[in-house]
């Protein structure tokens, strides 16, 4: 089987890992992190990945097109709702983001979202590839806005910036089975004590996204969305649901 995946960055170390261990010819379109806080332009950036793989079929760009594409994302703030399938299907983990992928499911991401209410998540990928509060971070910050704005300005600025800060009172750190960076656990440990948040370390696990490389999908916790159907929002547990193109959802 050939399987395309279309992912978020943050996937980069643990689904290139997984590539490399799996029976089947799988290829990639990476996309840049933090799409989640814009899903218009998720949503549309993932159609565009996927009109490049037409295009280049057009084209005779491709050896061989292939059987499935799959998603690396959850439903990432709606942003995979209203896509839709051509002649080959589109699979999506049945998850809230991507936190469930690293944690392995998401009943254990529900379950740790209730025990740990008010964390702010982090792991390699998230390190590696996104702005995160750290004194790295909001010292670059404030250089930027004295630089733009003036001092007294920039203070201002990062005040307003530093208000969601109070949604949150835990840095949760997932760690990869794949792979270990000490620095990043120490890390997410600075992020915690300068935002005055509680630390707590998880094992991650990589069952999702093995499952994602190897075609082992089941419908308990992927949308199998067949050809000429559109994703939605399902509102039962399952996250999303495929609806034929010219029906609407149920």
Not at 5 to 27: F, K, M, N, W
Not at 218 to 247: M, N, S, W
Request: aromatic share 10%; proline share 5%; glycine share 8%.
């Amino acid at each position: 089987m050939r399987i395309h995946i279309i992912a978020c960055r943050v996937l980069t170390r643990e689904l290139s890992y997984l590539i490399s261990q799996s029976p089947h010819t799988v290829d990639i379109t990476w996309l840049p992190q933090g799409l989640h806080d814009t899903p218009e332009k998720l949503r549309a950036l993932i159609a565009d990945a996927i009109d490049g793989l037409y295009r280049q079929r057009e084209q005779r760009m491709l050896k061989h097109f292939p059987d499935v594409i799959v998603l690396g994302y959850g439903l990432c703030s709606n942003g995979v709702v209203g896509l839709e399938s051509r002649d080959i299907p589109l699979v999506i983990p049945r998850t809230d983001d991507c936190i469930a992928l690293f944690l392995g499911s998401q009943e254990r991401y529900l379950r740790l979202f209730e025990e740990y209410n008010g964390t702010y998540w982090l792991n390699n990928g998230w390190i590696e590839t996104a702005y995160i509060p750290s004194l790295e971070m909001k010292e670059e910050m404030r250089e930027d806005y004295i630089r733009r704005y003036g001092e007294e300005n920039a203070e201002f600025l990062l005040e307003q910036d530093s208000l969601w800060i109070g949604n949150y009172n835990t840095c949760g750190y997932i760690g990869s089975p794949i792979y270990r960076n000490p620095g990043h656990p120490a890390l997410a440990r600075q992020v915690a004590a300068i935002n005055g948040w509680k630390y707590a370390e998880f094992e991650g696990d990589i069952r999702l996204l093995r499952m994602m490389t190897e075609g082992t999908w089941t419908d308990e916790e992927f949308c199998i969305c067949p050809p000429r159907h559109r994703v939605e929002a399902e509102y039962t547990g399952k996250k999303i649901q495929a609806v034929p193109l010219g029906a609407d959802a149920v």
